[in-house]
């Protein structure tokens, strides 16, 4: 087989359409609003235009089947026949699919988590022993059908072996999925015949594993894999796609086998040493060089001169972008309302001016640099402007933060925070309180679209606001919690709320990005210096506590929570946009302790998710995020309690960070996985006080009055009485009133049973 190198692509796109169209027609398709042939013809003409718009643009490779109705891993788990068991009773196929992304009345739904570092998230495959591979290419194959009679130079993406067994979990007893490799590979090969004979020149292999630590021996397999899939005469050429960071021993030993293409992420991975291995110079090097996970527009001049460096040492090179787009919003043609000023624009690129900036990169390399002289110009003029911005450079914010680093962010000694807590406080043994959301309302969300269309006004709209938070607060103290919240009905999205309100961020108008599922996020944009202009929160906080004479909590989230959940610039080290968010959130409780709140609680659900990929960067990285926590809530006097909430993840790998934030109170998910956070926390030296989440918001079931008692007996074998906090394992904005009143209601009863006993 002699596959001609290409010589510009993106590794993958978005496919939610660009006004979420698939979103729509599938949750259309869930509720039986949608017929599946309309479902299917939404979907084949998202396919159609992405690919046109691809290969129109000058793409001379596209990526194909990356198109997914939920998942690319659901996806894959359904080529190699490896769905569990539990849904084989459906007949239909999509219908399976969807059983095992979203569970039934009668199945759950496999797991999911973060797709590496990303804000992503994929299903995670079962394999058990009674996991039979099999091969199902049909998905694969009708789209590469699809794409080679529009003409398209289709490039089909498939996730490759290592990563498919490496991100699935063992069940049933089973032993690691990667001991089934064999089983796999044979399948893999087969695939590659099919593809082969209809009519694919390349295939794309996503091996994004090979950039982390989590498999030692990932580096031998690949080559041992790679090789097997090499050696196949009837195959099309094989692009082995790397993303997310530096594939290290990885790069040598896949350019040791004769895979023809070898994808490396030039912006995660810095400087892979593309010129030390010598067995690249035979190969094609897909040079991730435009970043496909962040919004900046590419500086042409300096991303030439580095493909300019690799050249010498490759046999050919093809431009990309470092992953695929789908971590991207669509289009900045999508961005019309007029809030996007010309300077702020002309330094971003979305997924569509991505795929330009791949075109014009090749073209260079191909034609030299006065080919495209006007996209030089462009570039430079944009690099020139954000340079000089006044917006990313306030000394003011800049000092301040180094003089609060230079005097320190320690609180005062912990035992006697508590003391003076509790003076302050008088909570009975057992506290009760939640995390913070009540449940969205339809009068909340009536409200908030009334007031974007303009039908009421800023006034009205506030007063709603009031109306909910008076609700809220009238239903904790029926129900007798003990610390309460106000219910963030005021807010869209914990992370976007503030982004709104601070300087140096800026909200899209549709900027949607897939966040699992039909589910999208529109990540703020920070592209300056951070500051706050005026207090963010206190009115509303201090309007509920007026309602009531039980502690109100101060709800904020919290610096390395912002910093995850938005587009982040990218000149300067992540470490000091982090301390600058601290600040201003720290200015927040400052005006919130002012104005007479005694619990402020700030959120770091995303602790766990910035984690690097490689075990040795990640100190440094909890080392900055327990410090910006820190500088954001040592501002105020040690009588006023600092609480925190953690979720969506594992905890162990950062379990040491989590006491060394030093918070008085942790309320952390721990409800399905039985309170050994408890036993984890203690090992790592944790003292302070903490509230393991009793039960599962996740699920619409109210857990009984005895099962919540139960798991607070286990806590105190853990925890001692006087530490131990009593809550539900996260946020309550997606349940209805009246499950949270009834789950209330039986947690705040088995507190009191506990307490009784103690
Ligand atoms: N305070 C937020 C809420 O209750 C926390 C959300 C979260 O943990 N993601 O909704
Ligand atoms: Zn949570």
């Known amino acids: 087989m002699t596959a001609q190198p290409f010589t510009a692509t993106v590794t993958g796109s978005p496919r939610i359409g660009p006004r979420r169209e698939l979103k729509r027609a599938i949750e259309g398709f869930w509720a039986g609003r949608t017929s599946r042939s309309e479902l299917e013809s939404v979907a084949a003409a998202l396919r159609r235009d992405t690919w046109s718009d691809l290969a129109g643009a000058g793409l001379d490779s596209v990526p194909v089947n990356t198109f997914s109705y939920y998942d690319q891993m659901l996806d894959t788990a359904v080529l190699l026949g490896a769905l569990p068991a539990r849904v084989a009773h459906l007949s239909d196929e999509l219908d399976r699919y969807f059983a095992a992304a979203r569970g039934t009345d009668e199945v759950a739904p496999l797991e999911m988590t973060k797709w590496f570092d990303t804000n992503y998230h994929y299903l995670v495959p079962e ?13 694969v194959l009708a789209e590469l059908k699809e794409a080679l009679a529009q003409g398209i130079p289709a490039r089909p993406v498939l996730i490759g072996p290592l990563t498919f067994l490496l991100l699935s979990k063992p069940v049933d007893g089973a032993g690691a999925p990667i001991e089934r490799l064999d089983e796999v590979v044979p399948l893999y090969s087969e695939l590659l015949s099919l593809l082969a004979g209809a009519g694919a020149a390349w295939v794309q292999l996503d091996e994004p594993v090979l950039v982390t630590d989590m498999h030692a021996g990932a580096a031998a397999l690949a080559e041992r894999v790679y090789t097997t899939l090499g050696s196949l005469t009837d195959r099309p050429g094989i692009h082995v796609a790397t993303y997310f960071g530096d594939p290290g021993a990885a790069l040598p030993a896949l350019a040791r086998t004769p895979v023809e293409a070898i994808g490396v992420d030039l912006v995660a991975g810095g400087g892979a040493p593309v010129a030390a291995i010598p067995e690249l110079a035979g190969k094609l090097v897909v040079a991730g060089i435009v970043d496909g996970r962040n919004v900046w527009r590419t500086d042409v001049e300096a991303a030439l001169s580095r493909l300019a460096t690799l050249l010498g040492s490759v046999g050919n090179l093809a431009v990309s972008t470092s992953c695929s787009t789908l971590h991207v919003p669509y289009s900045l043609a999508l961005e019309t309302s007029g809030a996007l000023d010309d300077n702020l624009r002309s330094w971003l690129a979305f997924g569509a001016e991505k795929v330009r900036e791949v075109v014009v990169l090749a073209r260079a390399l191909r034609e030299g640099r006065d080919a495209v002289a006007d996209e030089i110009a462009a570039s430079n003029a944009a690099v020139a402007s954000r340079r000089s911005d006044p917006r990313l450079h306030n000394e003011q914010i800049r000092a301040r933060i180094d003089t609060l680093m230079a005097s320190g962010t320690k609180r005062g000694n912990a035992a006697e925070r508590r003391e003076s807590q509790n003076a302050r406080l008088h909570l009975p043994p057992l506290p009760t309180t939640t995390i913070g959301s009540f449940p969205q309302t339809p009068a909340i969300r009536k409200a908030r679209a009334a007031l974007r269309n303009g039908e009421i006004d800023r006034e009205e709209y506030e007063r709603r606001m009031k109306t909910e938070i008076a609700e809220v607060i009238a239903l904790q103290e029926r129900l007798g919690l003990d610390v309460l919240v106000h219910g963030e009905p005021e807010r869209n999205d914990m992370v976007q709320y503030f982004a709104e309100q601070l300087d140096g961020f800026f909200a899209t108008d549709n900027g949607w990005v897939q966040s699992y599922g039909t589910r999208c996020v529109r990540p703020p944009i920070l592209y300056g210096d951070v500051s706050r202009p005026h207090p963010m929160t206190v009115e509303w906080i201090t309007y509920a506590q007026s309602l009531t004479g039980k502690p109100v909590k101060g709800m904020l989230t919290g610096p390395v929570t912002i910093l995850a959940w938005s587009f982040v610039r990218d000149d300067q080290p992540l470490a000091d946009t982090a301390y600058q968010i601290a600040l201003a959130i720290r200015d927040e409780t400052v005006d919130l302790e002012r104005a007479g709140i005694a619990i402020i609680q700030v959120d770091e ?54 006491a060394e934030l030093d918070a008085d109170v942790t309320l952390i998910e721990a409800a399905r ?4 956070v408890l036993d984890d926390l203690n090992q790592a030296g944790f003292s302070n006080s903490v509230g393991p989440g009793v039960y599962d918001i996740h699920s619409p079931r109210v857990p009984s009055t005895d099962e919540i008692a139960n798991s607070l007996r286990a806590a105190l074998r853990a925890v001692p009485a006087e530490r131990l906090w009593v809550n539900p394992d996260c946020g309550l904005k997606t349940r209805t009133v009246d499950e949270v009143t009834a789950s209330l209601r039986n947690m705040v009863a088995a507190a009191a049973q506990v307490r009784a006993d103690i």
């Open 127 to 139: 394999i058990g022993p009674g996991t039979q591979f099999t091969l199902h290419p049909g998905k």
């Open 605 to 658: 659900p995303a602790l766990r998710e910035l984690l690097p990929l490689r075990r040795a960067e990640q100190d440094a990285y909890l080392q900055w995020a327990v410090g910006a926590f820190r500088l954001a809530t040592s501002g105020v006097s040690d009588s006023t309690q600092i609480q925190t909430h953690l979720c969506y993840s594992e905890f162990g790998e950062v379990i040491g960070a989590i």
């Open 673 to 676: 996985s039985h309170m050994e």
